[in-house]
């Protein structure tokens, strides 16, 4: 951390169902003079905080307009589909698309799964969020699929979920504003990516002077040699004789 730095906060964005302990655990005891801040922010509205300065970065769940934006992929989740207990759907471990055809399906507006044709009967409304559209599930008019980790999030007792095994996956992702990539920006990334603390995040390290001096000390510690091979007797000292 260089003294710039120092009394600083880190602003840190993320979107429902994603957790970021790990690597804020991680930040405190790297960076103690840099305080975190989470910001939780709607999958829909975090593209428009990080540009608009908001936030330093931010988790968010792709696809997103990267227009100004950098993004480090991470990680995907599977897709479930959250139903009434009850459902039909629960008698099975796992469902496929078809398994959905008769349902009304919710398709939230702050969806991020990337459908090619969405599953089941469009629902008779399009909730603002996920959060509307699992009360809706729950008073049992109609059925949602969402990432696993959202699922986790909204579970109640009168919910129930199973995956969808040929469903699109969830994919969630690292962004911030490109023309702001500052230090900070830059050791949360390495913190993402798993680099050590020694890392030097791409600079190229010094080397010790200590360690810059072993060969060549190597090299005038080693005996010289004749062009026979054999070392070179110095000049003080008197060859042996055979004895009788």
Same mark, same amino acid.
């Given at each position: /951390? ?28 790297? /960076? ?36 100004? &934006? ?11 589909? /959250? ?16 398994? &959905? ?39 049992? +008019? ?38 702001? +990539? ?21 600079? +190229? ?40």
């Amino acid at each position: /951390m260089t003294d710039g730095e120092t009394g600083r906060v880190f602003r840190l964005a993320y979107v429902p169902g994603v957790t970021p302990a790990k690597w804020v655990n991680i930040w405190n005891e790297r /960076m103690p003079g840099v305080p975190l801040t989470l910001v939780a922010v709607p999958a829909a509205e975090v593209v428009e905080l990080l540009r608009s300065g908001g936030a330093d970065a931010g988790f968010v769940r792709l696809p997103i307009d990267r227009d100004g &934006l950098s993004v480090i992929p991470l990680y995907v989740e599977d897709t479930v589909v /959250m139903v009434p207990k009850g459902h039909v759907v629960t008698a099975a471990d796992e469902v496929t698309v078809a398994d &959905l055809a008769d349902d009304e399906v919710f398709h939230p507006l702050d969806d991020t799964i990337e459908w090619a044709v969405r599953p089941g009967q469009p629902a008779f409304t399009r909730p603002a969020t996920t959060a509307e559209a699992v009360e809706l599930v729950a008073s049992g +008019t109609g059925i949602l699929p969402v990432p696993l980790s959202l699922a986790r999030l909204h579970h109640r007792k009168d919910l129930a979920y199973r995956p969808v095994s040929d469903a699109p996956q969830s994919q969630v992702a690292l962004s911030w504003p490109t023309d702001a +990539t500052t230090d900070l920006v830059e050791d949360f990334i390495g913190i993402v990516r798993g680099r050590t603390v020694n890392s030097s995040r791409g600079r +190229t390290p010094e080397t010790p002077a200590s360690s810059a001096k072993k060969p060549a000390q190597r090299q005038a510690q080693k005996p010289a040699q004749n062009g026979s091979g054999r070392r070179a007797v110095p000049a003080g000292r008197k060859k042996k004789g055979h004895r009788r």
